[in-house]
């Protein structure tokens, strides 16, 4: 699942991050190695001084999450996550919702920067929403 602020650029945010959080249920299923092999990629076990990472080229931009601040467990968090379409593929990706949960547990300060944008862009979603479509209006 995507998540962190690259979830929520891909829900509308105008907000930047230099890399792509992938939160996984379980690190050692063999979906992910296939996937890591087909773009010659390793997943790297956590070390002492090391969270668990991907390594070989092009694996640079992406994080392994293991936990989120502020939310449940990945099995509870995925039933609310959302499909976006990437090509050929569905993305799972946290709704935004969620990634602001989590940014106001996280407490960083670089999470407190974003916090307010992702208020207002949920803000503006929940009224779009929440609005008659024209084509629904001129029907009545």
């Known amino acids: 699942m995507v998540v962190g602020l690259s979830a929520a650029t891909l829900q509308g945010a105008p907000v930047v991050t230099q890399d792509i959080d992938l ?20 997943y790297v076990p956590p070390s002492i001084d090391n969270p668990p990472m ?13 936990r989120m601040d502020g939310l449940g467990p990945f099995a509870e968090e995925i039933k609310k996550c959302i499909d976006v379409p990437l090509g050929r593929r569905r993305l799972k990706v946290l709704a935004l919702d969620r ?25 503006t979603t929940e009224h779009e929403s929440a609005r008659p479509r024209e084509a629904d209006s001129e029907k009545s």
């Open 23 to 42: 939160w996984f249920e379980n690190l050692g299923e063999e979906k992910m190695s296939v996937a890591l092999r087909e773009v010659h990629a390793a």
């Open 54 to 66: 991907l390594a070989g080229a092009g694996s640079e931009l992406f994080d392994i999450v293991v």
């Open 99 to 123: 990634v602001l949960a989590s940014k106001i547990a996280a407490n960083r300060p670089k999470d407190k920067l974003t916090i307010q944008i992702l208020r207002d862009v949920l803000s």
